[in-house]
């Protein structure tokens, strides 16, 4: 067993990280309220944009989508992976960079794979271990807007219409609430139109017109879209964070007890032996 100072000791270093990780679990769950706030304003109008474009690109051949709607040959693919720039957070790097891995290995494994990062984890781990990575964007998160954004999915777009890419694939963690993050594989070129049967048509006036439209909707809705998705990644970031850090307090807290029901038995050890020693002393020198 341990002695007296060694569990004291324990004891002072497992309460300062329970310090310290209830305080990022208060800051997270500060973060946390933004950043959700940020993604929920985001969906409806995203999810709007979306299905409209493709209620238009429907009712239209395929020649009137532009250059963002050719289906080639797919030999060259780009995945964004989208991570955070820091640790602490459970697997919610890990789960990226595995799925990215498997789309790696099995679904393109036929293909030319690079990799575009948004994430230091991600960069960090792909280059290490010698991915193909194309380009990095992990200050995005220092200063998190449309703007910005929309920067890196123009370069991306104009890529694809160059042909360096055949396809674009966004991958990263959707929000769904504090404690759950769902890992999302999104196509994001070529725009796909979908064929809904279910779908009501309405008889919209068009101005100027629908190919117009969809030429002009198609860029913003891609930068739209990997703007959500950006921004869902940042409020599952923080909710793992915050789950994460809850769960190591609480563990820290159970280990606090433990030791400190470990120390308060060593301690009546010692002077129980002490006791007895006094005694045995005192038997002796009466006799």
């Given amino acids: 067993?341990?002695?007296?100072?060694?569990?004291?000791?324990?004891?002072?270093?497992?309460?300062?990280?329970?310090?310290?990780?209830?305080?990022?679990?208060?800051?997270?769950?500060?973060?946390?309220?933004?950043?959700?706030?940020a993604i929920i304003q985001m969906r409806p109008y995203a999810n709007k944009l979306t299905e409209l474009l493709k209620n238009l690109s429907s009712s239209l051949d395929n020649s009137c989508g532009g250059v963002y709607t050719q289906e080639r040959e797919i030999k060259n693919v780009l995945l964004v992976t989208?991570?955070?720039?820091?640790?602490?957070?459970?697997g919610f790097n890990a789960y990226i960079m595995k799925k990215a891995k498997t789309l790696i290995n099995e679904e393109y494994a036929n293909a030319n794979v690079n990799i575009l990062s948004i994430g230091k984890k991600s960069s960090e781990h792909f280059t290490k271990n010698g991915f193909n990575v194309a380009n990095t964007h992990d200050a995005l998160f220092g200063d998190l807007t449309f703007t910005n954004v929309a920067n890196v999915a123009e370069e991306i777009m104009e890529q694809f219409v160059e042909g360096d890419y055949d396809k674009v694939v966004l991958v990263y963690n959707?929000?769904?609430?504090?404690?759950?993050?769902?890992?999302?594989?999104?196509?994001?070129?070529?725009?796909?139109?979908?064929?809904?049967?279910?779908?009501v048509v309405v008889d919209y006036i068009f101005e100027p017109n629908k190919e117009e439209i969809v030429e002009q909707l198609i860029p913003?809705?891609?930068?739209?879209?990997?703007?959500?998705?950006?921004?869902?990644?940042?409020?599952?970031?923080?909710?793992?964070?915050?789950?994460?850090?809850?769960?190591?307090?609480?563990?820290?807290?159970?280990?606090?007890?433990?030791?400190?029901?470990?120390?308060?038995?060593a301690r009546q050890a010692a002077i129980t032996g002490e006791i007895l020693e006094i005694v045995g002393g005192a038997e002796a020198l009466s006799e």
């Fill in 1 to 37: 067993m341990a002695n007296l100072k060694e569990i004291r000791l324990r004891i002072t270093s497992v309460g300062a990280t329970m310090q310290i990780t209830s305080a990022m679990k208060m800051v997270s769950a500060a973060k946390l309220k933004r950043a959700q706030d």
């Fill in 82 to 90: 989208i991570t955070s720039n820091r640790g602490l957070c459970g």
């Fill in 174 to 199: 959707h929000f769904k609430n504090a404690a759950t993050q769902i890992i999302m594989t999104e196509n994001f070129l070529p725009v796909q139109a979908t064929e809904n049967e279910d779908s």
């Fill in 220 to 265: 913003k809705s891609l930068k739209t879209q990997l703007f959500k998705a950006v921004l869902d990644s940042h409020a599952a970031e923080h909710g793992a964070r915050m789950t994460a850090m809850h769960k190591a307090t609480d563990n820290a807290s159970e280990l606090k007890k433990d030791l400190t029901l470990t120390y308060n038995k």
